[in-house]
């Protein structure tokens, strides 16, 4: 087992692709923490209730895991929120919701988290990015604008701590089958006016390979990412998003 003994947070892993990574890490001999707001069904992965967008919860939940294991091999990044809408549509709460939780929330993990890794001289951190890290899309000018900040995050924290042997790299989902993008999709349908049916049907036409991707998909690239076969990528950016951004 690739990641017997390695202790890995995860945050936002109760659904979609967290839970897809913390379950195939899990596998593969992983003790998992979910940092998460939303409970988790089971118990099978150890849960702490943990608001990313405020520092001082993240400080207490590392602080927590630290105490427990001594060490952090391995951090996943994932915990993010979607907003379908252009600037004017854009509320300042809104705005400021997105910034807190996919920019600062991601700041928050890599300072805490960091410091461990350093003192171990090793650790190997993904943040989840999106193929908006790449490209720009329609009525997503908060959300994208917090995935290209996440990509510039990625590598110059890959350039600042590369001498301490900790690799940070990014994935860049694009059209996953998750909550997420069902709340899109709900929302996309409301302004278009087109049935869930004719939405799903541009979504998958609009992808080289014809179909959305499943979690799974992703949390194998970012278990890849977190493993030790993977020994000299860093501030890599990899888009899993069946060919939309080599259009």
């Known amino acids: 087992m690739k990641f017997k003994e390695k202790v890995a947070v995860v945050t936002g892993g109760t659904t979609g692709i967290g839970l897809a990574t913390c379950n195939e ?4 001999g992983a003790r998992i923490y979910n940092l998460d707001i939303s409970v988790p069904d089971t118990n099978e992965h150890s849960f702490i209730p943990c608001d990313i967008a405020s520092y001082s919860e993240v400080q207490k939940a590392i602080e927590q895991i630290v105490a427990l294991e001594g060490k952090i091999d391995l951090l996943f990044a994932n915990a993010g929120i979607h907003l379908f809408a252009n600037i004017e549509e854009t509320d300042i709460a809104d705005l400021d919701h997105i910034i807190d939780i996919n920019i600062k929330g991601v700041f928050y993990l890599l300072k805490n988290v960091i410091p461990v890794m350093k003192q171990q ?3 190997k951190i993904v943040l989840m990015g999106s193929d ?3 490209v720009g899309k329609g009525q997503s000018a908060a959300y994208g604008m917090s995935k290209g900040a996440i990509g510039q995050l990625t590598k110059s924290t890959a350039i600042d701590y590369a001498p301490f042997n900790i690799q940070v ?3 860049c989902p694009g059209n996953i089958d998750t909550p997420l993008l069902a709340k899109a999709v709900d929302r996309f349908e409301s302004l278009s006016g087109l049935s869930k049916a004719e939405v799903a049907t541009l979504i998958n036409e609009a ?10 998909e992703v949390a194998k690239t970012v278990s890849f990412l977190l493993s030790e076969e993977n020994s000299f990528m860093t501030g890599s950016l990899v ?3 069946g060919g939309y951004t080599c259009q």
């Not at 890490?25 to 593969?28: D, E, V, Y």
């Open 169 to 171: 790299n990014c994935v």
């Open 239 to 241: 888009p899993v998003d």
């Open 25 to 28: 890490l899990s596998q593969q």
């Open 207 to 216: 992808q080289p390979m014809g179909r959305i991707a499943q979690p799974i």
């Open 121 to 123: 001289k090793a650790g």
């Open 132 to 134: 908006q890290s790449f």
